[in-house]
């Protein structure tokens, strides 16, 4: 098994901002130990469970529409990789980049019984291919992920094949797809708010994940291979 490496090189995105506040580095001891394979694995069945604890809720509250229902589908996949997913080979130890995935993570799995009331504003069948669109993506580029799938910034294999072959965050890019679904089938500015922060927090993951990843020639040479983020010729 390769050994890990704690990864503390400074960060290249907004960098006078992030060593103006810069906060001191996890403990080296604390991420070896947090990447032994068995507490791995009980981290990713820990931070799962608010996935199937709000699903379960819509369930019973009667709001298990195809929107959500796709969406559970899809996180439940998520659970699926991460419980066998690789070791990192090089992780960040910044606990920003640490903080924001973890409020990220549990944001994104939280949205769907977070929204509440409002107006459908747009087509069923147009909303319904949205969200149907948006987890065909995600479970696509879930698999072509595979066993690297990780939640804090770290380098297990570069993936470059499958949906990464045109943009580098396609899962990402299937959150954004949902995300206008739900604010089509319930719009209401408190919903729009909700919405619009999960968008906001995974430019931000996006952003930080690529700042630690290019420090590696090999995921900077992807970069610059595959330009596009999120949407070819878009974003």
């Known amino acids: 098994m390769p050994r890990l490496v704690i990864a503390t090189a400074p960060v290249t995105v907004h960098e006078s901002l992030l060593h103006r506040f ?7 001891r604390l991420l070896e130990f947090m990447s032994k394979p068995w507490v791995d694995k009980a981290i990713a069945v820990a931070v799962s469970f608010p996935a199937f604890w709000v ?20 996180a439940s996949l998520f659970v699926l990789t991460m419980l066998i997913r690789r070791n990192p080979v090089r992780i960040s130890a910044n ?9 990220n993570s549990y944001y994104n799995l939280l949205t769907a019984g977070l929204l509440r009331g409002g107006m ?22 879930r698999l072509s992920l595979g066993r690297n799938i990780g939640l804090v910034p770290a380098q297990r294999e570069i993936v470059t094949g499958g949906m990464y072959r045109y943009v580098r965050h396609p899962i990402y890019s299937s959150y954004f797809i949902a995300a206008i679904g739900w604010g089509l089938s319930c719009w209401s500015f408190t919903n ?16 930080m994940e690529e ?13 610059k291979k595959v330009r596009w983020r999120w949407f070819p010729g878009l974003a």
């Open 22 to 28: 810069e906060p001191p580095s996890i403990p080296s």
């Open 55 to 74: 699903a379960y809720g819509c369930y019973q509250a009667g709001l298990m529409d195809l929107p959500r229902a796709l969406f559970f589908a899809q």
């Open 211 to 223: 700042s630690f990843l290019s420090t590696d020639p090999a995921y900077a040479a992807y970069m």
């Open 120 to 141: 459908r504003v747009a087509p069923a069948p147009f909303i319904n291919s949205l969200a149907i669109l948006g987890i065909w993506i995600a479970i696509v580029a």
């Open 95 to 103: 606990p920003w980049f640490w903080l924001v995935a973890s409020i």
């Open 192 to 207: 729009a708010l909700v919405i619009g922060i999960g968008c906001a927090m995974f430019v931000i993951k996006t952003l």
